[in-house]
């Protein structure tokens, strides 16, 4: 599909763009990196499946290791701005019920059924509903809204026994890869402070790498999830459409968007990401075949550098590219097998078909919700124009990327003939996709064409998220798998991808990679 005369313009303003930002943002020396310091105490490096056993069977109290999570909150959240409302007290409540449990005796079997993630601190993106915190989104408007209910992913951790720590920072309305917004401000990369963690869950993703929690709730509508995981180093999963709930999220998705939105586990460890996801999705969880045994050498993996050669997105870094070769070569060697390279022509639109699905209409004929509606949130909708003015002199409460989201928003629905044809094109990369991954076959695909870029760059690339995005519109399960750190001492990795509800495939990959290269490393070490 050739490109439009106007979509060629616009590739070129972004290069001219993106290097004149670039060396703006050069211009000031960049100081040394600086990394939050490593934590003290042995508890906060457990899994939580190991945390949770330790609880049950009374090697440790459950106040111990609430309070362990306190503290190391309070050491580090002044560097990185994660957590942006805590719940400590409560928490410390919640603790000493469990410890009064564990007291009472029950047997460790029954306790491991019912509650497996018994006195384990959790944090929760606050785009979700967590009784009696904040549910803004970053929107100014929201700010003195309070959740009066959980959300129902976050209604079954909790019922399964985890402890809310508090809630994690986000981008405006859960739209732009980096977390920051007007009501919270900025959050900072754990092993860098001077880097974005992503968006939109990327206080999940800091407050994880910073061992400030073990496991986390996010929620992914073109890589919230899966980038923050990334720049940050940790495990994310990114289920098969529709599976997990994602009622109880501000925004919530309407039409078409409904089936792009996932909600999943994020987390340290791999070993914990099954776990979360069969208390997440609750009664769903039998699509996902989690019970069933994977044989590693019968997988079909399959490979993929990059997306073609997209003109809208940075070519990919390549210390990224060598660390997907190290995995090739790994699997190759340790299991025999033959890794398939694989070029598939349509993903080099990722970007341009990712907007187009997201804009499109319903199966109803229901048009896609606008963003600016959403930035007025149930007010009057938002003049981008007017806001970008306004923002021009400081007088917007709205952040510069939800304003030309905005704008944009509006350019995309001029060109009605061409989306409909992109619209076509992502149903016919679905089944693509679907017929090579088949039943056993696994994609190596790179996360994001950088790491974790330095604040604000994300303006000067912004269309680099289609290489999560593109996923979410196919409605392909996808695991981010952590591989060790690059030669500036930033978190590398690799999405894995396989056909739906295929999601056992691709977490028994992350556990057998987390084990080949180390997985999380710890902020701040060297």
Known sequence: MALSRAERCLALL???????????????????????????RSLLLLPARQLAKRLRQREVTCVEVVEAYIERIKEVNPLINAVVKDRFEEALQEARQVDKLLAEGPGDDYLEEKFPFLGVPITVKEAFSLHGMPNTSGLVNRRDVIATCDATVVSRLKQAGAIPLGVTNCSELCMWYESSNRVYGRTNNPYDLQRIVGGSSGGEGGVLAAACSVIGVGSDIGGSIRMPAF?????????????????GQFPIAQGARTSFLCTGPMCRYAEDLEPMLRVMAGPGVHKLKLNEKVSLEKIRFLCMDHDGGSVFVSPVDKEILQAQKKVVEYLERDLGVQVQRVSVHKMKYSFQIWSAMMSSKDSDGQDAQLFTDLLGDHGKPVWPLWELMKWLVGMSSHTLPAIALGLTEKLVKLNRGANAKLVSMGKSLQAEMETLLGPDGVLLYPSHPTVAPRHHSPLCMPFNFAYTAIFNVLGLPVTQCPLGLSSEGLPLGIQLVAASYNDHLTLAVARYLEEAFGGWVLPGKA
């Open 14 to 40: 972004l290069r001219l763009l993106s290097r004149a930002c670039l060396a703006l943002l050069g211009l000031a020396a960049p100081s040394p990196p600086r990394a939050v310091p490593p934590p003290r």
């Open 231 to 247: 720049f940050n180093g940790v495990f994310g999963h990114k289920p098969t459409t529709g599976v997990v709930p994602n009622d």
